[in-house]
């Protein structure tokens, strides 16, 4: 079956950094489009970031545009979630997602989900 297994989240102070990782196993990476969700305590899962087929292509929310960076490795079924300038809003469990289509920001649109890594973010 297909799973997807995030890591790298951790506590981290305002202004740092960290680097999520997610595995994926049982799909097809390279005929996937990648993306990371996130979900704050008491807000809904919102959109982060996508990253197309090959790489080539990103799109980013605009609330971490500048500061965040997707990355792919197709031979290791893995892509990634450079974060960087860590602001304590930044606080959520993120989540890795497959999809067949690029460009979309909403849920429903992705077929498989992890099961999250915890980011937190101090002042």
């Known amino acids: 079956q297909v799973q997807l297994v995030e890591s790298g989240g951790g506590l981290v102070q305002a202004g740092g950094s960290l680097r999520l990782s997610c595995a994926a196993s049982g799909l097809t990476f390279s005929a996937y489009v990648m993306g990371w969700f996130r979900q704050g305590p008491g807000k809904e899962r919102e959109f982060v970031a996508t990253i197309s087929w090959s790489g080539g292509s990103t799109y980013y929310a605009d609330s971490v545009k500048g500061r965040f960076t997707i990355s792919r490795d197709n031979a290791k079924k893995t892509v990634y979630l450079q974060m960087n300038s860590l602001k304590p809003e930044d606080t959520a469990v993120y989540y890795c997602?497959?999809?067949?289509?690029?460009?979309?920001?909403?849920?429903?649109?992705?077929?498989?989900w992890g099961q999250g890594t915890h980011v937190t973010v101090s002042s």
């Open positions: 997602a497959a999809a067949t289509r690029f460009g979309v920001d909403y849920r429903q649109a992705y077929d498989y």
